[in-house]
């Protein structure tokens, strides 16, 4: 069984681009990935945020961002220049003198490998991330992802730049895991799968694999996306509120250890429904740096997770799955499910085991580095969409 191995350092305060502040505890947690298996990984840490400090005001900036809607009269799927946008209110102004250059937060592949997203730190939507577009000398211009942020930038805001990690920061060289030598599927000796994000429905497939080839040919060694064997995929983001699974395809066992900043915050991410009539699996992982269980995920309490009435499997509504990595298998169902309990009966309210109506789960253990999550969210009819936010119980 995969044991936890975490060490938090406590440092003395440090300059951080846009003011000194106290740096969060630093760490490191050790995950065991089993061969012949699908291991449900997620991030526990931050990198070093590239800046800290408050928001002024949100504006608009009446040009076209990465992310905003647009009217595709072109189909190719690319904003055009003079195709219809709508101009959202995507600029965080930041305040005093934030000391940027100019879209020192854009990426550009060979000289700036970073990504980067904005975490607010308060404010109504606090725990939240939006990912950087551009930047200016002293505001960041954001995806919303469609969110309104009009009332969570205020002149109280604190905020913090990070970068995103990537399959090169979590596997530097290929490291945890083993590589391949050709390009063929048939001799991927691990992959890397990433949930997929955005169809509707359950027990979805993932939307994309990648594998570190080993070889000379093209670019040279180095991570590659399924399908796009000329281009390295170093750079390519890992999303710090989802898993992703490291499959071995042979019998070989690796460790993976994590290193980087405990997030001493509430955190934040969406739990939702897509389709119509249609329940929906959320891949969610949050960067928890410890153990979590049931009740500390403050899921039932935030709102965002519907409880059930009665034990019968037939009118349950929201579960968590969870996958236990301990169990060695590809393409592995669910150890086991878990639902809320509102009624009065038997031990009353809280968290059951799917099956084992008469004992309280309420201490299950479901979040940490031998186990993933899957919220299934129970359609409502219509598509809905609500916040799940949670303060993790290190934090003050």
Same mark, same amino acid.
């Given at each position: 069984?995969?044991?936890? #191995? ?32 699908? @291991? ?10 590239? *800046? ?17 809607? %647009?009217?595709?009269?072109?189909? /190719? ?9 709508? !101009? ?7 305040a005093g003198t934030? =000391? ?18 904005? *975490?607010?730190? @308060? ?19 954001? !995806? ?26 979590? *596997? ?6 083993h590589a391949s ?21 359950? /027990? ?23 399908? %796009? ?23 070989? /066992? ?26 929906? /699996? ?15 995920? &403050?899921? *039932?309490?935030s709102g965002a ?44 309210? =809280?968290? #059951? ?24 969210? &129970? ?18």
């Amino acid at each position: 069984m995969n044991k936890l #191995r975490s060490a938090l350092v406590c440092l003395l305060a440090l300059p951080v681009l846009g003011q000194a502040v106290e740096t969060d505890p630093a760490g490191f947690v050790t995950v065991s990935l089993a061969g012949n298996s699908d @291991s449900y990984v997620y991030i526990p840490f931050k990198r070093s945020p590239a *800046f800290v400090g408050m928001a002024t005001t949100l504006t608009a900036n009446g040009t076209y961002d990465l992310g905003e809607p %647009f009217t595709d009269t072109s189909g /190719d799927g690319v904003w055009q220049n003079g195709e219809v946008f709508t !101009d959202t209110s995507n600029v965080i102004n930041l305040a005093g003198t934030p =000391g940027l250059t100019g879209n020192q937060f854009v990426y550009a592949s060979g000289s700036q490998p970073n990504r980067y997203y904005a *975490f607010l730190k @308060s404010g109504t939507r606090a725990g939240m991330y939006y990912s950087v577009v551009s930047n200016g000398t002293a505001a960041v211009v954001v !995806d919303t992802a469609g969110d309104d942020l009009s009332a969570a930038i205020t002149g109280t805001t604190t905020l913090e730049v990070i970068p995103y990690d990537t399959l090169a920061t979590i *596997f530097p060289a290929g490291a945890s895991v083993h590589a391949s030598a050709s390009h063929s599927i048939a001799v991927r000796n691990t992959e890397i799968l990433i949930p997929n994000l955005s169809s509707s429905g359950t /027990d979805l497939a993932s939307a994309v694999s990648y594998y570190y080839f080993s070889g000379v040919s093209g670019p040279g060694a180095g991570w590659r996306k399924a399908g %796009f064997t000329a281009v390295l995929a170093n750079d390519d983001v890992l999303l710090p509120d989802t898993f992703f699974i490291v499959r071995h395809n042979i019998a070989t /066992d690796t460790s993976l250890t994590f290193t980087g900043t405990v997030q001493m915050n509430q955190l934040a991410t969406p739990l939702g429904t897509i389709a119509a009539s249609t329940d929906q /699996d959320n891949a969610a992982a949050l960067p928890f740096a410890t153990e979590l269980t049931l009740a500390q995920l &403050k899921l *039932f309490e935030s709102g965002a997770f519907a409880g059930s009435s009665s034990h019968s499997i037939a009118l349950r509504q929201d579960q968590v799955l969870v996958w236990d990595n301990s169990v060695v298998g590809k393409n592995k169902s669910a150890a086991t499910s878990y639902y809320y309990f509102t009624g009065a009966s038997g031990v009353g309210p =809280g968290w #059951r085991e799917s099956g084992i109506t008469g004992t309280l789960a309420n201490n299950a253990v479901v979040i940490g580095p031998n186990k993933g999550i899957i919220i299934r969210k &129970k359609s409502g009819g219509t598509p809905s969409t609500a916040l799940w936010t949670v303060k993790p119980p290190y934090v003050p």
